[in-house]
């Protein structure tokens, strides 16, 4: 006999565990979570908290090696293993499952697949539900590499659970994932090669990608953008990659860094006559639906693949399941890698707004030369911002900057493009002095809009 449940979701990641979360506050009572591996997916376990954890302490130790009076401190490996051990729960979801469970959630251990409309199967078990949340989220993608498998090589997940720093390290990929593992190792005090074909985050502002490569290579860091992997091999016990320019880089391990694909296989979305492309996900709608009581939210949809973007579909879903209108608008999702200094960035670069038919104008400041705050952050300070205006209607449509805590004050821009803010209104606002949000007003100022 099927269990009957008011709402069954497929992935215990962060879009998962958000849409659990509001679900409970509107009330509905019977709530199923299916898990494959660990409650709190690929964000909380291998990716998000402990690469962020794994950054700060040698960004501390960066940072007071820059401040007038600071001592220069050290870093201590097994303090900063147990840290993130303590952030990552080291792979024990245990009490995150009975908080749930507290909460009368149902933890269903295994693969979850959809068994025709209202149907969920998990195994032998067959779950009844009017309300479906699929966020399965992504996986690594591994380049088919002439030698690759026979050589060895880690993603994200094993350079994040490590437990001791390789003597060096060859990484495939200079996107974020890429790069932030690069700046974690190299700071540990490994010899590193980031291996990317042209510039690092090759996807935002070409100006923003310099810079990021820039700053790798001033800390040590062997930045080749002149070719891509081609092979790989063991030697002396070294893994050797061939590139494509016919350059070598060699280390003691290969970490795959070369993006993400939605993770769609196995889902049963035939059954209720859905479809998924491998590349691009699951196809939803602005209110992330699927198909009638099915919604998808987070990496599987390939829209926008970061933890906060999975958080606010799953918002839109749940509102979406309760009969509430709510419609997705990706426009101001912000970007950022946690390197040092930060990278932020938010809606569109001034290409893509000009691919997409607009009258984009764009201003670029370096932070030293218009504000204060970075000299009262730090010696020898240095900060990039730009933004893209569209001219025509005389509001923002993007930016980005390098700079510290360029985390927080991004969101400044975020708003702005969501909400439409005239132009006028922004140059009329008042920043606090002295503040990073400052350097806004320098940018706004020298845009011909």
């Known amino acids: 006999m099927p269990d009957r449940y008011d ?4 992935g215990g990641g962060p879009a998962g565990e958000h849409a659990l979360g509001w679900l409970l506050d509107a009330g509905l009572e019977r709530l199923a979570l299916v898990e494959r591996e660990l409650i709190g997916g690929e964000c909380s376990n291998w990716a998000c908290i402990p690469t962020k954890t794994l950054l700060r302490p040698g960004e501390a130790m960066r940072q007071a090696d820059k401040v007038a009076g600071v001592s220069k401190p050290g870093l201590d490996w097994p303090a900063i293993r147990a840290y993130r051990d303590y952030m990552t729960s080291a792979g024990d979801d245990s009490g995150r499952q009975r908080g749930y469970e507290d909460r009368g959630v149902e933890v269903i251990r295994g693969a979850g697949r959809l068994d025709g409309p209202g149907r969920v199967a998990v195994g032998e078990r067959v779950l009844e539900t009017e309300r479906v949340l699929v966020a399965t989220g992504s996986e690594a993608v591994v380049p088919p590499l002439p030698g690759l498998e026979e050589a060895g090589y880690w993603t994200n997940r094993e350079a994040t659970t490590l437990d001791e720093v390789p003597a060096s390290a060859v990484v495939l990929g200079g996107g ?26 090759p996807k ?3 100006r923003l990608g310099e810079i990021v490569a820039e700053q790798l290579r001033a800390e040590g860091i062997d930045v080749r953008t002149g070719g891509r992997a081609s092979a790989v091999r063991v030697e002396d016990g070294r893994r050797i990659v061939t590139l494509d320019d ?7 391990v290969v970490i795959v860094a070369t993006g993400r694909r939605p993770r769609t296989e196995g889902l049963g979305l035939d059954s209720i006559g859905a479809a998924a492309d491998p590349r691009t996900g699951i196809a939803i709608d602005e209110r992330c639906r699927v198909a009638d009581g099915v919604w998808a939210a987070g990496d599987v949809t390939g ?3 970061f933890t906060h973007n999975g ?3 799953a918002r839109i879903a749940v509102a979406d399941m309760l009969g509430r209108p709510a419609k997705a608008d990706y426009s101001s999702v912000p970007r950022v890698v946690f390197l040092d200094p930060e ?5 569109l670069t001034e290409a893509d707004a000009r691919a997409a038919g607009i009258d984009a ?6 932070l030293p030369q218009e504000i204060a705050r970075p000299y009262t952050f730090e010696e020898d300070p240095k900060g990039t911002l730009s933004v893209v205006a569209d001219r025509e209607r005389a509001v923002l449509v993007g930016a980005w900057a390098v700079a510290p805590l360029a985390s927080e004050w991004i969101h400044q821009a975020g708003l702005a493009i969501r909400a439409g803010i005239p132009l006028e209104v922004l140059r009329d606002t008042v920043p606090q002095f002295p503040s990073f949000s400052e350097a806004y007003h320098g940018a706004l100022r020298k845009l011909d809009a």
């Open 7 to 10: 709402a069954v979701i497929l």
């Open 176 to 201: 974020a994932v890429g790069t932030e593992i690069a700046q974690i190792l190299g700071r540990l005090g490994a010899e590193v090669v980031l291996v990317q074909r042209g510039r690092p985050l």
């Open 204 to 206: 935002e502002d070409e």
């Open 246 to 252: 016919g350059t070598e880089a060699g280390g003691e």
């Open 303 to 305: 829209v926008a693949l």
């Open 311 to 313: 958080k606010y579909q």
């Open 343 to 347: 990278v932020a960035a938010v809606g």
């Open 361 to 366: 104008v764009s201003a670029t400041i370096e």
